[in-house]
């Protein structure tokens, strides 16, 4: 039997799924091994090998039959897989700083490995459960969570983009002074940058700038008690906004679908989907994507 495996590596874990190919998934649910990226590559990439062997193992197959892995991490990195020089808040440690991850890996489990940002990978899950693998389909995703990320799926393929920046959304600036009409208010995001997506919608935006801001306005309302809106089971795990609870998952999404332009008649008919497999849906998309790879080079 030959098998692809999928590596979804967050801050604190890592995501294992494994697929065959006839595209059916052989761990249901979260299979999880601690990250521990603070302690640097080499560390990190032991407990991918690690965890690599425990998921096979939960799955019932012998390691020796995954013959490709497909890698997705937060960025910012390059569309190879080579981390920012510039260090991110998922990868503390100073050795992360400009790393191959992608290469890293390969070398590290001997096997070739394909890469995704985190946001791309979910993406392209996504697209690949709604539309299934040979579609010419194009799809835009918008992934929420303490970050805004987003995919671009351009007839099948995921559009990564030279330096790693396709389908950024998160950074991209909107006019919030006209759309949001909310006064006063400096939306300033990590990147930099004052206004763009993120700084306005996601989970990070609520608790640093609009919470701040209207609860100055609401004395003594709920939101005001809660304090840490990041609290894993409520936000993070699960894989954030959609899934903080079915009720507020349904009502973003109404939100959404009401705010969608509808003066134009080819606009209104686009429907809104909510990521399926939320919290495996970075490993699936990176599986996905080790599959393709091992289809066109006779992997598989
Ligand atoms: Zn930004």
């Known amino acids: 039997m030959r098998i692809v495996a999928g590596v979804d590596l967050g801050g604190t874990a890592i ?3 494994l697929v065959n190919k006839d595209e059916q998934f052989l761990i249901e649910g979260l299979c999880e091994h601690p990250a521990l990226t603070k302690q640097g590559p080499d560390v990190c990439l032991q407990q991918i090998e690690d965890g690599l062997a425990i998921a096979a193992k939960q799955a019932g197959v012998e390691l020796e039959d995954i013959v490709t892995v497909g890698l997705d991490t937060p960025g910012p990195a390059s569309s190879a897989g ?3 020089a510039r260090g991110s808040t998922n990868f503390m440690h100073e050795e992360w700083k ?3 991850i992608r290469a890293g890996m ?3 489990l001997g096997r070739p490995v394909t890469y995704l940002n985190d946001a791309n990978a979910g993406a392209l899950w996504g697209h690949f459960s709604i539309f299934g693998a040979n579609s ?3 799809s835009i995703s918008i992934v929420i969570g303490t970050g805004t990320g987003g995919g671009v799926i351009l007839e099948g ?3 990564k983009g030279r330096v790693g920046f396709g389908g950024e959304l998160g950074h991209a600036l909107v006019p919030y ?4 009409r909310i006064e006063g208010i400096v939306p300033q995001c990590n990147c930099g940058r004052v206004g763009d997506l993120e700084s306005l919608a996601s989970l990070t935006a609520i608790e640093r700038t609009l919470l701040p801001y209207f609860l100055k306005k609401y004395p003594g309302h709920k939101l005001g008690k809660e ?3 990041h609290h894993p089971d409520a936000f993070i795990v699960g894989g954030g906004v959609l899934e903080a609870s079915a009720e507020f998952g349904k009502w973003f999404l109404d939100e959404i679908k009401k705010g969608m332009p509808t003066q134009r008649e080819e606009q209104a008919g686009i429907p809104i989907y909510s990521m399926p497999n939320g919290d495996t849906a970075g490993a699936r998309g990176a599986a996905i994507e080790a599959l393709t790879m091992a289809r066109q080079t006779g992997l598989i």
């Open 177 to 180: 002074q006209t759309i949001a």
């Open 136 to 138: 010419k389909a194009t």
């Open 157 to 159: 393929n995921v559009l």
């Open 82 to 84: 080579v981390l920012s």
């Open 98 to 100: 400009g790393f191959d």
């Open 106 to 108: 390969a070398y590290k």
């Open 15 to 17: 995501n294992y799924t």
């Open 227 to 229: 304090s840490d809106l």
